[in-house]
Every structure is written in structure tokens, then in C-alpha cells.
């Protein structure tokens, strides 16, 4: 019997007998039929706030001015990252309890490289299966809302999307239905974990060359240049390629005269990427009847990968962001009237966030006069083998950098008879002499209860002792530790990587207003829970969203 299988057992065993809890402070009006969650990829608050006076009328500012708004929103784990924030987002569980500890890792027994989304029991539908690619969650330890909500009532549908496979699968828990963007042919696939085969709309939305209407398509500015004076220019030395040049106008074709997978490619780093994702959204509403039931809620999780990719080679302080994310609200604003149309704007709710913020690229912080730089991945673990060799004798000590942190020989150190938490000590205070890292925490530091640093409290949050690393290290603020000479990225506990927009709409169930007060991720499935009038997940660490005042 698969997960799958065994989820949907449970639910049909369940949905008899049940007893739902209602918390007294829940609504009492009666659930939305359809629940749209939209995780935009790599989008910090801060972002949001610079263009908020540039927005359409009714995209985030239909959250801004109409909806709730959490302005001190913010991840509470240390490893921000995009399979970890899409993990947290309807769990309501940070990584030490989902288990998700990042985009990948390494089994610290054997070495072998783990994917956080990966199965080898399954593949896609359709299309070519890469070794490690994304066809399941059976990595993810923790129940979503749509879980308990399927469990519960097992005729709700759950349906997950996005341009990334970790993106819609971890969204769409071990009862939804995931389908991901396949960047060879342009379609959206899903996996055998969830179906033998597709529904029909889907191959008719895959037949119908959906992404073919975007080939040569020209991306150009949305503002005049004055609007865009706060942005780092075009072609800088610093910015990276991502299929479709360093400045703008330019023609996504990915360098080709007919579609083709070039093309495909480069269709997710351009604002048409997200366009396709959101029409492939329309059609799963209709082609599933989303929101169509009569006693039933629905929910519909879309993840926009196309703000992850521009930010990383351009980095969130360019041209190329700024205009990606106006293209974006327009897409969104023409995405909620269409759902006005069709499910009507009484009958479902809207909730945006996103898996992570950004850097700023060192480069750019520099100019801005920050201390700011890129640490060679090559300097750290040369800096702790030196050490350890040193002290111990000929190595190799270090084994692997797995996620945020770094495996050790454990082979070797028992056959000297030697403490791993002694390797692991002398491999701290090295790492900690390389100019641009911050600090270092062992595994004896995460496994405790120290409270009083609160970078170690977070990144105690991204680690799983059965699945992290024994040696967690940070970058001091503004420096990235990369092998990249170019480009941005994120995976901090710092502020502009963990304060991300948290975005409400649906005034029965939300209000109308700003609220100030901090708030976390992980109180996104508690709220949503009690809005269905379900128990929040059973790994959820958060607490239902305050309403505007």
C-alpha cells in the first residue's frame, strides 16, 4: 500500500464518525468553498513595501487595502530556504518538526544524497523522471491543513501547482495532488504517487501548447525609467545570465526560432512563467469543479517560482526584480477577477506569503556601504580540515557539506578512538576564524536548551537530528556563501531572508486592516484550520493569526 493509499484509508474510515473541535473563537460564519493559498517564491516584505504606491489596483493591493496584512511576519528557522518554507507554510511546523531540512541533504549514515521531494518508488507522468527529481512527500513528516481537511472529508479536493517540484508537492501534503512545470516540453505533470494517469483536462491543457503562446514574447519595462532610479541598473558585473539577457526590452525565445526546451527553460525566469502557472490554475479550477461544491471546501495551493529565479541571478535590488514583481501583480490582479467571475468574490479567500526572503547581492551591499562579501564553500571546509588534521593527524575529516552544515568522517574517528564531539569542536572553532562567517553551532548545541542566542534558537528550528548535520554554520549578515562569483541568495536567520509578506483576503473571515503586532509562518495552518472548522495539523507549533483591530 502506498502513502498516498494509506492516507486516503484514513479518510475514508474517519469521515464517518469524526468529531471536529470548534475553538470558540472561531468565525462563525460558515467556511469559504474554496481556499486559495499563493506562495510567491523568494519575495521579502520589503520588496512588497517598496512598490506598494507602483501596484495595480486590484493585485496586492487588493490584500493592502481591501484584505488583512501582516506587516512583522516571519519565519522562526534559521535555514530559509524554498523546500523548507514551503514545508512550514500549511504544516504550521518548522523543519525540525516536518523534517524538511532544506532543498537537499545528505543521509548523515551514508552520504547518499537525499532530495527533499525525492522518490525513487515513483515518477512522473509523461515525462522523463531525473534521478533524484521531485514525485513525492514522503520526506515531509508532518500533516498540511488539506491533509486533515481530506481526512475529515474526503470529497474536498486539494489540487497543488507550481513551476517547482517542491513547490506544489510539499504544498499539497500526502493527500492533495501535486503537478509541477516540466522546463523540457512546457507542460505540468504530476506523479504515479498520486495518479496512474492524468485527468483529461490536464492532457487537454498539455495538448493545447499553453506554453507555445508565450514563445517570443517580449519582456519590457511596465514604468517609465524615472520609476526605476532606487534599482541597481542593467548589466552590472555582478548580475548572471538566466536565459534571456542582462537588461531590458528582451525576447524570451531562449535563443531559439521555434519552441523547444531552451525556451521552455527560460519561460520560468521571465514574468511569463508565472502567467502559464496561474493559466494552468484556471484550468485545474475548472477542470476539477474547484469551489463548485455545494457543502464542500476546496483548496487550491499555487506556488510562483519565477520571482526565486530572477532574484538569484539579478539579486532583489535590480531592475529585473522590481519590474518582474509589477508584471506579477498585474498576472495576479487579472488571476482574482477571474475568480470573482467564477467562484464568486463571497464564496472563497485569498492568502499569500513566500518561502523565503533575499540578500541583497555582497556586490550591491558594498556600494551601499555594508560589510558585505561572498565566503568560498572551498575556504570553509579547507579551514576545518586543516585544523582537524592538525590536531588529530592525517584525514580526511570532513566528509560532506549536507544543507546548512557539514558531515564528518565518523568512520575515521572511531577508528582513532576518538569524541566526534571533539572533532566537532575543533571544526567550529576553525570555521568561525574565516572572514564572513558568523558563527558555528554543534550538534551538542543544537540537541540543548540554550536560549540566549537567538541565531542558535533558529537554527535549532531547521535541525533534525535524525536527518541534519552535527555542525550548523552561518554567514555574518549581508555575506553569502557560495561558489558563485555572481548573483543573490538567501538561507539566513537574518531579517531580510526570514520577514516574508503574509497577505489576507475575504473580509468575513479576515477583517480589513494592518496588523502590527509580530506573527510567524507557522500561524498560517492554525488560522486556515480554524476558518474550515478543523483541528489545526498535528505537528502545527503555531497559533491562529490576530484579526485587524
Not at 535555514?79 to 507554510?89: D, L, R
Not at 520609476?227 to 548589466?235: E, K, R, V, W
Not at 487550491?300 to 519590474?323: K, W
Not at 537567538?454 to 548535520?469: F, G, H, I
Amino acid at each position: 500500500m502506498t502513502n498516498r493509499h494509506y492516507w486516503l484509508l484514513i479518510a475514508a474510515l474517519l469521515a464517518g464518525c469524526a468529531q471536529v473541535p470548534v475553538e470558540t473563537a472561531a468565525p462563525a460564519v460558515k467556511p469559504p468553498k474554496l481556499v486559495v493559498f499563493i506562495a510567491i517564491d523568494g519575495l521579502p516584505m520589503r520588496q512588497v513595501m517598496n512598490e506598494r504606491a507602483h501596484f495595480a489596483p486590484d493585485g496586492f493591493r487588493r490584500f493592502l487595502d481591501q484584505g488583512a496584512w501582516y506587516s512583522e511576519a516571519h519565519y522562526s528557522h534559521g535555514y530559509t530556504v524554498t523546500a523548507a518554507g514551503h514545508s512550514v507554510m500549511l504544516t504550521g511546523a518548522s523543519p525540525w518538526r516536518s523534517g524538511v531540512i532544506g532543498n537537499e541533504w545528505r543521509d548523515p549514515l551514508t552520504n547518499a544524497e537525499v532530495y527533499c521531494t525525492g522518490d525513487a518508488d515513483y515518477h512522473y507522468i509523461g515525462a522523463k523522471t531525473a534521478p533524484l527529481a521531485g514525485t513525492s512527500p514522503g520526506n515531509l513528516k508532518a500533516e498540511t491543513v488539506g491533509d486533515v481537511l481530506r481526512r475529515l472529508h474526503p470529497e474536498s479536493k486539494v489540487i497543488a501547482i507550481s513551476g517547482k517540484d517542491r513547490g506544489a508537492i510539499l504544498p499539497g501534503g500526502h493527500a492533495g495532488t501535486a503537478y509541477m512545470y516540466m522546463s523540457e516540453t512546457g507542460h505540468f505533470a504530476s506523479s504515479t504517487y498520486y495518479e496512474a494517469q492524468h485527468p483529461q483536462w490536464v492532457e487537454a491543457f498539455n495538448a493545447s501548447g499553453a506554453a507555445d503562446k508565450y514563445f517570443g514574447k517580449t519582456w519590457s519595462l511596465l514604468l517609465p525609467e524615472s520609476a526605476y532610479a532606487g534599482s541597481a541598473p542593467f548589466d552590472q558585473p555582478w548580475q548572471a545570465d538566466a536565459g534571456n539577457g542582462k537588461h531590458l526590452p528582451a525576447v524570451v525565445n531562449g535563443g531559439l526560432s521555434a519552441p523547444g526546451p531552451k525556451f521552455y527553460a527560460a519561460l520560468l525566469p521571465s514574468p511569463f512563467g508565472d502567467a502559464l502557472t496561474l493559466d494552468f490554475a484556471r484550468a485545474a479550477i475548472a477542470g476539477e469543479q474547484l469551489g463548485a461544491g455545494k457543502d464542500r471546501t476546496d483548496i487550491l495551493a499555487i506556488s510562483l517560482s519565477s520571482h526565486d529565479y530572477i532574484n538569484h541571478p539579478f539579486g532583489p535590488e535590480s531592475r529585473m526584480s522590481q519590474d518582474h514583481l509589477l508584471w506579477l501583480d498585474q498576472h495576479l490582479q487579472a488571476f482574482f477577477r477571474d475568480l470573482d467571475q467564477r467562484i464568486g468574490k463571497d464564496n472563497y479567500i485569498l492568502m499569500l506569503t513566500a518561502d523565503h526572503g533575499f540578500a541583497d547581492t555582497p556586490e550591491w551591499s558594498r556600494q551601499q556601504g555594508r560589510d558585505a562579501g561572498r565566503v568560498p564553500l572551498s575556504a570553509i571546509s579547507k579551514a576545518m580540515e586543516d585544523a582537524l588534521q592538525t590536531r588529530f593527524g592525517a584525514g580526511p575529516w570532513v566528509r560532506s557539506m549536507s544543507s546548512s552544515g557539514y558531515l564528518f568522517n565518523e568512520a575515521l574517528i572511531r577508528e582513532r578512538g576518538l569524541k566526534s564531539d571533539d572533532i566537532y569542536a575543533v571544526a567550529q572553532a576553525a570555521v568561525k576564524l574565516v572572514p564572513g562567517i558568523a558563527d558555528a553551532f554543534t550538534r551538542a548545541q543544537l540537541a540543548g536548551s540554550d536560549m540566549s542566542n537567538p541565531y542558535l534558537v533558529a537554527m535549532r528550528k531547521s535541525w533534525d537530528p535524525e536527518r541534519a548535520a552535527p555542525l550548523q554554520v552561518i554567514v555574518k549578515p549581508y555575506w553569502l556563501a557560495t561558489g558563485r562569483a555572481q548573483g543573490s541568495s538567501h538561507g539566513t536567520p537574518y531579517e531580510y531572508d526570514n520577514h516574508v509578506p503574509l497577505l489576507a483576503w475575504g473580509a468575513a473571515w479576515f477583517g480589513k486592516g494592518e496588523v502590527r503586532e509580530p506573527v510567524a509562518v507557522v500561524d498560517i495552518a492554525p488560522t486556515l484550520a480554524r476558518i474550515l472548522k478543523l483541528p489545526a495539523p498535528a505537528q502545527s507549533e503555531g497559533q491562529p493569526l490576530p484579526l485587524p483591530r
